[in-house]
C-alpha cells in the first residue's frame, strides 16, 4: 500500500540510483615526496655522502645527517640555500618539487665531445678535508684520514697520490666558491700563475694549516700566494711551508 508521502517516480524508472563508479577507488592515493626524500635523492644522483654534502654547502659536516634523521625537520633559509647550491638544485625544488632539478638556466652549448659514464669512472678519489680560502683563518690540517671518496677524473686514471678537498670561504671567488670540490696532484711540479693548496706549520708541535691561492713567487726565503677577493698576496716564511701542491685545472682533469 502506497502511503501518503510516498516519493513517486515516473513511470518505467526505477526507484534506485546507481552510484558513481570510481575505477581508482580501491587503490591507495600516492604520499607526495618530501624534503628529505628529495634531499635524499640528489645525494645518490650525485653520488654523495650526506657529510661530504654538508662540507660542500660549507656546513657543518653533521648538519645534513642530523636534518634527514629527523623528518620534522626544516633546514632554516642559510642552510636551505646553502644546500640548494650543494646539490645543484633550486630552492624552489627541495621544498616542493617539481618537473626539474635544475637550479641554473644558460645558454651555453654543451661540448661536442661525450662525457664518460658514471660507472666508468672509479669512486677511489680521497677527500681529506677542506682548504680555507683565507689563510690561517680557519684553515684546516690535511691529514691522511678521508672524509669521503668522488669520481676519479678520466685523464687521471693512474695518477697515484691523487686526493680532493673542499674550499672554504670565499677569498678565491669567481675561481674557486664555498664548497667547490677541487683536485690535487701532490707530484705534479707547480709553476707561477698555477692554482696550489700549501700547508704550513703553525706551532712548535708541528700542527699545519692549509690554505689555496696562486702561486705568485718563490725565493729562497718566503712564498707568495695571490688571493682574489679582496685581491691581496701573502708572504710565507718558507721554513713554515711544509707542502706546495698543484690544484688540477678543468684541461687537466679531462686531458684536453
Request: aromatic fraction near 4%.
Amino acid at each position: 500500500m502506497a502511503t501518503e508521502n510516498a516519493e513517486i517516480f515516473p513511470p518505467r524508472q526505477q526507484n534506485f540510483f546507481p552510484l558513481t563508479q570510481n575505477d581508482g577507488a580501491d587503490r591507495i592515493p600516492h604520499m607526495s615526496e618530501t624534503l628529505h626524500d628529495r634531499i635524499r635523492k640528489r645525494l645518490e644522483e650525485l653520488n654523495l655522502t650526506p657529510a661530504a654534502a654538508s662540507l660542500k654547502a660549507d656546513l657543518s659536516k653533521e648538519m645534513l645527517r642530523k636534518l634527514l634523521a629527523n623528518p620534522d625537520a626544516m633546514p632554516s633559509g642559510k642552510s636551505l640555500t646553502a644546500l640548494a647550491n650543494a646539490l645543484e638544485v633550486s630552492e624552489q625544488w627541495l621544498l616542493s618539487g617539481g618537473e626539474t632539478t635544475s637550479a641554473v638556466k644558460t645558454d651555453v652549448r654543451p661540448a661536442s665531445s661525450t662525457p664518460p659514464m658514471r660507472h666508468e669512472m672509479s669512486n677511489d678519489v680521497p677527500v681529506r678535508g677542506t682548504a680555507a680560502g683565507s689563510h690561517l683563518g680557519g684553515a684546516f690540517q690535511i691529514t691522511s684520514d678521508t672524509i669521503d671518496f668522488v669520481r676519479r677524473p678520466p685523464a687521471l686514471i693512474n695518477v697515484v697520490n691523487l686526493y680532493s678537498l673542499y674550499v672554504e670561504g670565499s677569498s678565491m671567488e669567481p675561481q674557486y666558491s664555498p664548497g667547490d670540490l677541487i683536485f690535487i696532484h701532490p707530484d705534479k711540479p707547480p709553476r707561477l700563475g698555477d692554482a696550489v693548496v700549501i700547508q704550513c706549520q703553525v706551532d712548535a708541535e708541528g700542527h699545519a694549516e692549509a690554505t689555496i691561492g696562486i702561486l705568485s713567487r718563490r725565493s729562497a726565503e718566503k712564498v707568495t700566494i695571490r688571493k682574489h677577493n679582496p685581491p691581496a698576496e701573502i708572504d710565507l716564511p718558507r721554513e713554515t711551508v711544509v707542502t706546495i701542491h698543484k690544484v688540477l685545472t678543468n684541461n687537466e682533469l679531462f686531458g684536453i
